[in-house]
């Protein structure tokens, strides 16, 4: 079992850029292939990048995709997700999921353990 604790949230103006980090206060992630979802105001949570185990795979939803990049540091039990040119649609509240996986999924139900989320918000 793995705890994730998620930070780095703010406040930014369009085109600006933030880095959100997740990092295990119990257990740890090397069993893991992790995933960043977002939940917009009024909408669903969907996702939004997700890493192998090993961090040599990586998948990006297409309205990140050469915008964010996701990466992992199993040593020091990090997640980390670079988010740059961001954009008001970009404003959500930001999870951090560990899926106990070989495959790098992209639908929530295959996580299996969830972070508190941290609040971005862009502003135009």
């Known amino acids: 079992q793995v705890q994730l604790v998620e930070s780095g949230g703010g406040l930014v103006q369009a085109g600006g850029s933030l880095r959100l980090s997740c990092a295990a206060s119990?257990?740890?992630?090397?069993?893991?292939?992790m995933g960043w979802f977002r939940q917009p105001p009024g909408k669903e949570r969907e996702f939004v990048a997700a890493?192998?185990?090993?961090?040599?795979?990586?998948r990006y939803a297409d309205s990140v995709k050469g915008r964010f990049t996701i990466s992992r540091d199993n040593a020091k039990n990090t997640v980390t997700l670079q988010m740059n040119s961001l954009q008001p649609e970009d404003t959500a509240v930001y999870y951090c999921?560990?899926?106990?996986?070989?495959?790098?999924?992209?639908?929530?139900?295959?996580?299996?353990?969830w972070g508190q989320g941290t609040q971005v918000t862009v502003s135009s």
């Open positions: 999921a560990a899926d106990a996986s070989v495959v790098v999924h992209t639908t929530l139900r295959s996580y299996d353990y």
């Open positions: 119990r257990g740890t992630f090397t069993p893991y292939a």
């Open positions: 890493i192998s185990r090993n961090g040599g795979s990586t």
